[in-house]
């Protein structure tokens, strides 16, 4: 039992490691698409970010990759209106979706975000897995349960991320993740694992790097092309 359990600390850390290694590499901006044709090439495998506006997707973005100014992060709600490409280490694009539920924008600016994100869900070959990032202080709204359907009915991969964990007492915040934890096991594309993070404090960060570098583009592979 020992054995065991010291084995998968160990894996653990050799997981951590290599997600570790793959944020610290090159990482940079390539495209920013507000149409179907805008949409980078399919050369490497995606992640994306899904979430409320406001939620932190940016923030996360920053937090993972080590950068404070590679996504632009806003107080300001529905600033991202666009889908914006990053590409990892050569190895895993990272894609930031517009935020959804709330914007101060025009309801037509509003309505073409959405049809280009439900577009880039629904149809991008290389897209992996979708990151669907919930406050943790609010939980899962409305909006959000429209978002978990729409991927339920495409077929993509989901898994939630908890952001601002650092904004949440211990207590409200297992509390808020249970209920998020049961809501999701009702869904079939759904990840059943829950990420808990906060983009300040940097918790759950190296382990949402480990989990996300299963996605990425061996290193065999790189050396081939």
Not at 39 to 51: H, K, Q, R, S
Not at 137 to 147: F, M, S
Not at 169 to 176: E, H, M, V, Y
Request: hydrophobic share 40%; aromatic share 6%.
């Amino acid at each position: 039992m020992v054995h065991n359990e010291t084995s998968g600390e160990e894996q653990l850390a050799k997981d951590i490691e290599v997600g570790r290694l793959l944020f610290a590499g090159q990482c940079d901006f390539i495209a920013a698409a507000n149409n179907m044709k805008a949409l980078p090439p399919v050369t490497l495998p995606e992640i994306c970010f899904a979430g409320r506006s406001n939620v932190g997707k940016s923030s996360l973005i920053n937090a993972l990759t080590g950068r404070r100014m590679l996504a632009r992060t806003s107080q300001t709600p529905g600033r991202t209106r666009q889908l914006i490409f990053f590409n990892l280490a050569s190895r895993l694009q990272l894609v930031d979706l517009p935020g959804y539920g709330y914007a101060s924008a025009p309801k037509t600016d509003i309505k073409a975000w959405t049809n280009l994100t439900r577009r880039y869900l629904a149809g991008r070959p290389s897209l992996q897995r979708v990151f669907l990032l919930i406050d943790s202080r609010r939980g899962i709204g409305p909006a959000d349960r429209d978002i978990m359907n729409l991927l339920d009915e495409t077929a993509v991969s989901w898994a939630v991320v908890m952001t601002k964990a650092d904004k949440q007492k211990a207590d409200p915040l297992s509390i808020i993740c249970n209920e998020t934890a049961e809501k999701i096991s009702k869904h079939v594309a759904a990840y059943p694992e829950l990420f808990v993070t906060s983009s300040e404090s940097g918790v759950g960060i190296e382990t949402l790097r480990a989990h996300l570098a299963r996605f990425c583009l061996p290193k065999e592979d790189l050396a081939a092309t």
